[in-house]
């Protein structure tokens, strides 16, 4: 019955850029940045990404800072990491080709069974599933399927039922009518049923279920953190702090920061005062938020001015304002640089 839904994606996919290859190198980069990420804002990061590290050798023999750099912005940059160290792997391990064999695949850091899939199907036109939410959604209201998605189980038992109905004839089109019907008509609230090609078909439709479905335990809200963070200034420089390579926003440049436990003022006093620089000056700049899918930072900035630019013990750099675009920082960062600057 999915044959209608393959002819209905040929007539109505939308034109993006990464539909325009079956090189699985620029589909894998596509997919790493759709996780999480809306089609709209990936599509000017994909473009540049690919012009920057064009094959998957030149992304394996990159320096992790340049890749990190480029990814700047997108948010979730353990999937950038992922990315370059699951390209260093096919060109050591695969000739420098991305594995057919699904195994092989899943060997590849970062590549779970919706990336492995998504890949295998849409490059190689294997029959393998690809289950991401949007694909959960259409198949829970397809067949009328009242069990918890956020349940490992049911995603499983997706992932079967979505294999069971694979077009052989065309996986890859299968694959991405799938995610196109689950993006653009098979929405979230609201769905075109109307004008949706498994209408006829949709048992959730025909019962008047669809507003019930997928069934979805209730995620948990972000935690509320104060944050307080220091734009340590001294002889015309900005100091950067590079955070280790595990833990929140890992190997990225940041701003020196902690948690909010008493006064704002003093609490960035003692940041600066335990790197060893000797404060001059502390101004209080303003407040930024950001939301990250566990945590909710409320944050308190100051600018504090220092005598010297000196060394202190944790990886860092001291960088004239304008040179700060050549580190990577996260959008959170850019946040607390993007507030006035006292002089």
Request: with cysteine; hydrophobic share 45%.
């Amino acid at each position: 019955m999915f044959d209608t839904l393959v002819t209905w994606f040929q007539a109505n996919k939308r034109d993006l850029p990464w539909r325009h290859t079956k090189d699985p190198y620029k589909i894998w980069v596509s997919e790493i940045m759709l996780q999480q990420t809306r089609v709209d804002t990936v599509i000017d990061y994909y473009i540049r990404f690919l012009q920057k590290f064009p094959t998957v050798q030149a992304l394996a023999n990159a320096d992790e800072q340049a890749v990190l750099l480029q990814w700047q912005g997108l948010g979730y940059y353990s999937r950038a990491r992922n990315l370059h160290r699951g390209a260093k792997k096919v060109v050591a391990d695969f000739g420098g080709q991305f594995p057919q064999d699904l195994n092989d695949a899943l060997s590849i850091t970062g590549v779970g069974h919706y990336t492995a899939g998504a890949i295998l199907s849409i490059a190689y036109g294997l029959p393998f599933a690809a289950v991401d939410g949007n694909v959960l959604r259409v198949f829970t209201r397809i067949f009328d399927i009242a069990d918890d998605i956020a349940d490992p189980k049911t995603v499983k038992k997706m992932q079967l039922l979505v294999t069971e109905n694979i077009v052989h004839a065309n996986a890859s089109d299968y694959t991405e009518g799938l995610m196109e019907l689950g993006a653009t008509v098979c929405i979230p609230s609201q769905p075109l049923c109307l004008i949706c090609p498994m209408q006829g078909v949709c048992k959730a439709y025909l019962l008047g279920n669809w507003m019930e479905r997928p069934q979805k335990t209730m995620k948990v809200k972000p935690q509320k953190v104060k944050m307080v963070f220091c734009r340590i200034q001294a002889e015309g420089k900005l100091l950067l702090v590079h955070n280790p390579d595990s833990g929140l926003l890992a190997g990225m440049w940041a701003f020196c920061g902690a948690v909010l436990t008493h006064n704002a003022l003093d609490c960035a006093k003692e940041i600066v005062s335990e790197l060893g620089l000797n404060i001059m000056q502390v101004k209080k700049v303003g407040h930024a938020r950001h939301v990250f899918t566990h945590l909710d930072w409320d944050m308190a900035v100051f600018d504090c001015f220092v005598q010297k630019a000196l060394p202190i013990e944790r990886p860092h750099a001291w960088v004239h304002l304008e040179e700060v675009a050549q580190y990577p920082l996260p959008k959170v960062y850019q946040k607390v640089l993007a507030l006035e600057y006292y002089c």
